[in-house]
């Protein structure tokens, strides 16, 4: 959505002109490759990464299909994959980087009717513990961030698919969503973006190949 995108970058103020927005298919590899290759050209080689593209639909298993279970993987998974393919060299030539996966609670437990993203988020946090040994002796951090249910346009959509299919009352969804956080309340972007930021300081270096749930203790809960 490149009003929204737009949008986002002027909220910045100041500091939107540090900013360079690029619109890209997160399941289009040429796009990816033409969009980090943007962002060189403007602020030279990438050595932070946050890999925050994201899609979540729920489906009772036995009415899925391949193709709504490739979408979920290709999304979630794949482009993260895709993504950190791309900006790697830059990494491994500097002798330094941050890449930071944006996971999911989904990725540390199951969810019922929402079977081909919790594979994904899973296959998300297995590749940032994979990946974080890998190369772990080259400078080079990798760390997943694991959001409990968030107050984002991807929980709008939850709460609209809740509605269409259950007949509740969008606030009622919304409400029991939120329950699943022992906080009672939904986790706010703001907390999301603090996590993300400490994993990218020089700081957090011996942070390494961890899933660090931001989720008011959902993981926990049950």
Not at 167 to 186: T, V
């Amino acid at each position: 959505n490149g009003e929204r995108l737009a949008a986002a970058a002027a909220s910045l103020g100041a500091d939107a002109q540090r900013v360079h927005t690029v619109q890209a298919d997160i399941t289009d590899e040429k796009a990816i490759g033409s969009a980090f290759d943007a962002a060189r050209a403007r602020f030279g080689p990438i050595s932070i990464l946050v890999n925050n593209a994201g899609q979540a639909q729920s489906e009772r298993f036995d009415r899925m299909d391949t193709e709504f279970w490739n979408r979920m993987l290709q999304v979630n998974l794949t482009g993260t994959y895709q993504c950190i393919a791309a900006v790697l060299p830059d990494m491994l030539a500097q002798g330094w980087g941050r890449i930071v996966n944006v996971a999911s609670v989904a990725g540390l437990k199951g969810y019922g009717y929402v079977t081909a993203y919790c594979a994904a988020k899973h296959g998300v946090v297995g590749l940032t513990r994979a990946l974080a040994l890998e190369l772990a002796a080259k400078n080079i951090t990798v760390n997943a961030v694991c959001p409990g249910y968030t107050d984002t346009p991807l929980l709008d959509g939850a709460v609209a698919n809740m509605v269409a299919k259950t007949g509740m009352a969008a606030d009622k969804a919304k409400a029991a969503l939120a329950s699943n956080n022992p906080q009672g309340r939904l986790v706010q972007p703001e907390e999301v973006a603090h996590a993300v930021l400490w994993l990218c300081l020089p700081q957090s270096a011996s942070i390494n190949g961890q899933a660090v749930p931001v989720d008011g203790g959902e993981k926990m809960a049950g």
